[in-house]
């Protein structure tokens, strides 16, 4: 059914659409239970208390093993796992603000300690905790198991992380004091009095193995066996990360570090990577009698031989990052891979060895067809339910795969591609700039949900069309019976004829992130981070549906088989039946949506109602509900669908629909809906904000801007644009009418689009709001219109502002948009810099994850700022200042400044291997060289003395081609030798070998 408001003799669309479907009149409890997976989610803290119970505590909350790790059961989501023990009580609290006590063997814990601080090490010694916290000068004291606490006499220093060790009756602590420097300090009368060891180099995460004492100091695990005396030192590369700690099996040193995966430790040589199928990350390890545990990214691992073979032992439920069904089978996709289910979660079994963690996504199936996502964003496919794998055609970052018959593969990426045979050849249909994530079938054709919103095909998939809901972020789409929905982030949207019009539905709002949509039966269900909810009236209203779910974010559903299947955050798969239809028919008002506003003026009004085709009897009225039983009464709804009442009031409103009978009888009170809504006129609804259309007059070039109305629609002469109502004006809504360039004037700082054919191609979108200026610039003249509410007073009052009097052949405002040339990995940090040659006005801005940076220059008043034949400088500069690879000019032509903005790309890759000036210089103790690399190799930096013997190499790895700075691998010296021995005062030189390439300076070292 149609609503529809007429108005100046034209029909404004609010459309009144009522359903007929076979559901439950009421909501059945979805009663939901774990599967049993998949398996192998990730450890970041193993535990073993001295009556050796093991403790692994995960994203899906701390397991307990008293069997040695054979068997593990879930404590509970909110336990934790021991640090320490103090009389049978167990503590925890390292790296957390508080600490908690368990007097049950880790089974229930209460908090014991408050306004510590981070806790950074926690031990205990003759009776008593020990604590030592982020920012805290010294240790803190308890005896009397956490509940008050003093501080520690005689230890006014700084404590490292992990730097407090207890055995045999002595107290190790490693820290920083002014008069001493970096030291480690031992008391032997439980922290009475102490002694300090001075030693060079930060020492941290203390530990002690068979009566050696280990410390990783800057970027070396040492090990001292005769009391501090001397140390022997295990080459560990600060590039790895971590360590987040060591442990020693059989006289053997493993550390696990954050980037690099697990490392064996060898004396005076670089820590080889152990572990085959170990993640980069690992958090935690633990020696185990002669055994090794391993809590990774990925799950629980175990070596028996000094880490020559391993076995995983799958602890936790694995996150799961995608669901999708065929036949009898389910597949979810978590960090370790692929596995498949053809018990409905009773069982899983892994799939693809040959990919193994590659898989990210698994994206459809049909049969024994498998389309997947690696996680360096290849399309792979599967022809046998996923045992072997191979490379699909290159489509890169595909995020969504539709499988339809016969032979039809749609694949979603930054377009959409199509394939007719089954994926022999392909092609691109829909290409809209902008990343595909969702394809679902809709009725006769296609529906994809994009960043740039909602787009509908043909039946073929050959032909793609936006649809009204447009330059909103769309993450997920759902069709049934006639009806789309979408999800954009916090909003579930509605449209029942066919994308034209949607409504905006009640679920989600601040805070709330709505990730998946889907249905079954005519119940809708939704994924949220708040858990699941459903809807009986296709979203009119909703309520928790979660009853056996833990309180977690849901990222992902599946309806399949009659079962619902929901990815619950870091706890597998859960599942629930889903309710089966009853025959008794309901209605749904699906437009106006709850609370909808839709224009309206004193006058004839005309409501139109359109019923679908073959529906049940039904009457419809306004603002009387129907009775339960007898005559129905209102107006009927007629074969043809179409019924005129005149004189509907402005102001608030509710339509009440009914099915009836032959006698026109209400046929059951359960088969009734109504929806309030509100129609808009200042005089008799002040609250409800008038509509209005405003015209602009664009000069050709530059103009100051602001929009007076928040708009919902733009028009010029050739163009028309809806603008959603939740984001309404942006930048690229003013690129698609024209203008080359958008600044926002706002203090903070120039944000800058620039534009060419009606897209934005530097920079990112923005929304314009009536508080703000712009700069905006047009090749020729331009008249269009802005339709929506308006703001109160714009801050430009004329809401268009030209620069009279100022020369063609220079402009008050120009922009350059600059593209890093090489695929870069990370560009954080990294600046993009303009200089006028002419006039040495400089600007930078940042570069974008995508390598992109817009650099600005405005002259807010209006002066001449960038003229004809100007030359631009421009190049990409390091985060401390140094300037990467050769830049490049350009100089400003007409064509230029017709546009008002310049375009380059820059390389960023280094013309020569260059080893360059080290700081500090001079340095104690230690001292940072930045290099250059002309072409990727293995680094090895060489010191040499002033009589040119050599004091130490530093191999430095294979590095890339690149500039290698601060926080992006400059190599390090801490001023020692081989030996670790600290060297004297003098000039050195540093030698920098790549291949062939050599490079060296000198640098200078005073004590």
């Known amino acids: 059914m149609a609503l529809l408001v007429r108005r100046w003799g034209a029909l404004l669309c609010a459309a009144l659409f009522v359903h007929f479907a076979a559901v439950h009149a009421e909501a059945q ?42 068997t593990w059961t879930l404590v509970d989501r909110g336990a934790r796992a021991p640090d320490v ?29 408050y306004g510590l601080g981070r806790i950074g090490s926690l031990a205990t010694s003759r009776g008593r905790l020990l604590v030592a916290s982020a920012g805290l000068t010294g240790m803190l004291v308890s005896t009397d198991y956490g509940f008050s606490w003093a501080r520690a006499p005689g230890l006014d220093a700084q404590i490292a992380s992990e730097g407090i060790l207890v055995r045999a009756g002595v107290t190790y602590v490693a820290g920083w004091r002014e008069d001493v420097g970096n030291a480690l300090w031992q008391s032997y009368d439980g922290g009475a009095s102490w002694e300090a060891r001075r030693h060079v180099g930060r020492m941290r995460h203390l530990s002690m193995h068979d009566g050696a004492l280990y410390a990783f100091s800057d970027g070396h695990v040492r090990r001292s066996s005769d009391g501090w005396a001397t140390w022997e030192t295990f080459y560990f590369n600060y590039t790895y990360g971590g360590p987040n700690g060591v442990a020693v099996v059989q006289d053997t040193l493993f550390v696990a570090t954050s980037r690099k995966g697990l490392r064996r430790a060898i004396a005076s040589r670089d820590a080889p990577r152990v572990g085959p199928g170990i993640g980069d ?344 509900p129907f009775a339960s039983t007898g005559a129905a009464g209102g107006a009927a709804g007629a074969t043809t669908g179409v019924d005129v009442v005149n004189g509907l009031g402005q102001g608030t409103h509710t339509v009440f629909v009914t099915l009836v009978d ?3 009888n209400v046929l059951d009170p359960a088969a009734q809906d109504s929806v309030t809504f509100h129609v808009a006129d200042d005089s008799i609804a002040p609250d409800l904000p008038q509509r209005v259309r405003h015209a602009y007059e664009m000069p050709r070039g530059l103009s100051l801007f602001s929009p007076v109305l928040d708009g919902d629609r733009i028009r010029t002469a050739d163009v028309s644009l809806d603008l959603p109502s939740t984001d309404g004006l942006h930048a690229s809504h003013l690129a698609a009418i024209g203008s080359t360039v958008i600044v926002d004037l706002g203090e903070d700082g120039f944000r800058t689009a620039i534009a060419r054919g009606g897209r934005i191609l530097y920079g990112a979108d923005f929304p314009l709001s009536g508080e703000r200026g712009y700069v905006v610039n047009f ?104 300037t990467l690879g050769t830049g490049m000019t350009a100089r400003v032509s007409a064509a230029l400044l017709a546009d008002a903005h310049a375009v380059a790309d820059v390389s960023v890759t280094p013309r020569r291997t260059a080893l360059l000036p080290n700081y500090p210089n001079p340095f104690n103790p230690e001292t940072w060289l930045p290099f250059e ?75």
């Open 29 to 70: 409890t979805l009663q939901w239970e774990a599967t049993s997976g998949p398996r192998g989610g990730g450890i970041s803290k193993l535990r073993q208390t001295e009556g050796g119970t093991l403790f692994a505590t995960g994203g899906a909350g701390t397991f307990r093993s008293t069997d040695g790790a054979e």
């Open 85 to 113: 023990t103090l009389d049978g009580m167990h503590f925890s609290g390292l790296n957390d603000t508080v600490l908690f006590s368990s007097d049950d063997d880790g089974l229930t814990w209460v908090r014991t300690g």
């Open 281 to 624: 990350s690992v958090p935690t390890l633990l020696a185990y009698g002669n055994d090794l545990l391993v809590g990774a990214d990925n799950g629980l691992w175990r070596t028996t031989d000094v880490g020559e073979t391993w076995g995983r032992i799958r602890v936790a439920a694995a996150q799961v990052h995608s669901l999708v069904g065929a036949g009898s089978a389910v597949y979810a996709t978590t960090g370790d891979g692929l596995s498949r289910s053809t018990s409905q979660g009773d069982a899983w079994t892994s799939r693809g060895a040959q990919v193994g963690s590659g898989v990210r996504d698994i994206l459809a199936a049909d049969g024994a067809t498998l389309y997947a996502a690696t996680s360096v964003d290849e399309l792979l496919v599967s022809t046998d339910e996923g045992s072997t794998w191979a490379e699909a055609p290159v489509i890169d970052k595909a995020s969504c795969v539709l499988l339809d018959a016969p032979n039809l593969v749609l694949v979603g990426a930054d377009a959409i591609h199509r394939s007719g045979d089954g994926g022999q050849a392909w092609s691109t249909v829909g290409l809209w700039g902008s990343a595909v994530r969702a394809l679902a079938a809709a009725g006769t054709g296609y529906v994809a949900a994009a960043s740039t919103g909602v787009h509908m095909s043909n039946a073929d998939g050959t032909l793609w069309r936006p649809t009204g809901l447009r330059e909103i972020s769309v993450r997920d789409v759902h069709y049934d019976a006639g009806v789309l929905w979408a999800v954009a982030n916090s909003t579930v949207f509605r449209s029942a004829d066919a994308g034209e019009t949607w409504a905006r539905l009640p679920l989600g709002g601040a805070g709330v992130t709505i990730a998946d949509i889907t249905g079954a039966h005519g119940y809708l269900y939704a994924a949220t981070s708040d858990g699941v909810f459903d809807s009986i009236d296709l979203g009119n209203s909703w309520r928790r549906a979660e009853d056996g779910i833990p309180d977690a974010s849901v990222t992902e559903l599946l309806a399949h088989n009659g079962v619902l299947y929901a990815a619950v955050k870091y706890l597998g798969v859960y599942r629930t039946a889903i309710p089966d239809p009853i025959a008794t028919p309901t209605l749904t008002i699906l437009s106006p949506a709850p609370e909808q506003v839709v224009a309206g003026e004193a006058g004839q009004t005309e409501i139109r109602v359109a019923s679908p085709t073959g529906a049940t009897r039904w009457h419809w009225r306004l603002d009387t």
């Open 662 to 664: 032959s006698s026109g």
């Open 779 to 882: 090749r020729a003249p331009l008249t269009f219109t802005l339709e929506g509410e308006p703001y109160g007073t714009p801050i430009i009052s004329d809401a268009v502002a030209s620069a009279p009097g100022v020369a063609t052949d220079a402009l008050w405002a120009f922009a350059v948009g600059v593209r890093i040339a090489e695929p870069i990995r990370d560009a954080s940090g990294l600046r993009a810099r303009v200089r006028n040659v002419r006039t040495g006005d400089e600007r930078t801005a940042l570069v974008g994850r995508d390598g992109v940076a817009v650099v600005a220059f405005v002259d807010v008043g209006r002066g001449p700022i960038v003229a004809l034949g100007d030359t631009l400088a421009i190049d990409i500069l390091a985060p401390d200042g140094w």
């Open 933 to 1007: 690399l002309a072409e990727a190799g293995d680094v090895t930096l060489t010191l040499y003395d002033a009589n040119g013997r050599r004091i130490r190499a530093i191999a430095l790895g294979r590095r890339q081609a690149g500039y290698h700075g601060a926080g992006s691998g400059a190599a390090r010296w801490d001023g020692r030798n081989e030996q670790g021995e600290a060297v004297a005062s003098g000039a050195y030189v540093a030698e920098l070998r790549v291949g062939a390439a050599r490079s060296a300076r000198r640098i200078l070292l005073l004590r």
